[in-house]
């Protein structure tokens, strides 16, 4: 069974920072590509970031690049999302999701499980 919990989620001002925290059980990173995403109210859960499992290539959404990285401790079935330069329109709830993949994208039904979410909030 596998079980994801996100966190590093909070309230910072535009221009922050924050490192969000994907950590889970029942899975190897060795086998399980890695993306994270995020839902605004009113909008549709779309893609930030993935990192693949094989090789540990990385994917970011054009709003993310620049400003975003993804990166990975295989011993701690942890991914990281460290976020810099936050802008308002981050705000979301942000979601960790796996699959079964050697490589990775940032299309959510491409992946089969999920967090419960951490609630960003970019708001001076």
């Known amino acids: 069974q596998v079980q994801l919990v996100e966190s590093g989620g909070g309230l910072v001002r535009p221009g922050g920072s924050l490192r969000l925290s994907c950590t889970g059980s029942?899975?190897?990173?060795?086998?399980?590509?890695v993306g994270w995403f995020r839902q605004a109210p009113g909008k549709e859960r779309e893609g930030v970031s993935c990192?693949?499992?094989?090789?540990?290539?990385?994917v970011y959404a054009d709003s993310a690049k620049g400003r975003f990285t993804i990166s990975r401790d295989k011993a701690k079935r942890t991914v990281f999302l460290e976020m810099n330069s936050l802008k308002p329109e981050d705000t979301a709830v942000y979601y960790c999701?796996?699959?079964?993949?050697?490589?990775?994208?940032?299309?959510?039904?491409?992946?089969?499980?999920w967090g419960q979410g951490t609630q960003v909030t970019v708001s001076s």
């Open positions: 990192i693949a499992s094989s090789d540990g290539s990385t």
């Open positions: 999701a796996t699959v079964t993949s050697i490589g990775c994208s940032i299309r959510y039904r491409d992946y089969d499980y």
């Open positions: 029942g899975f190897t990173l060795d086998y399980t590509s």
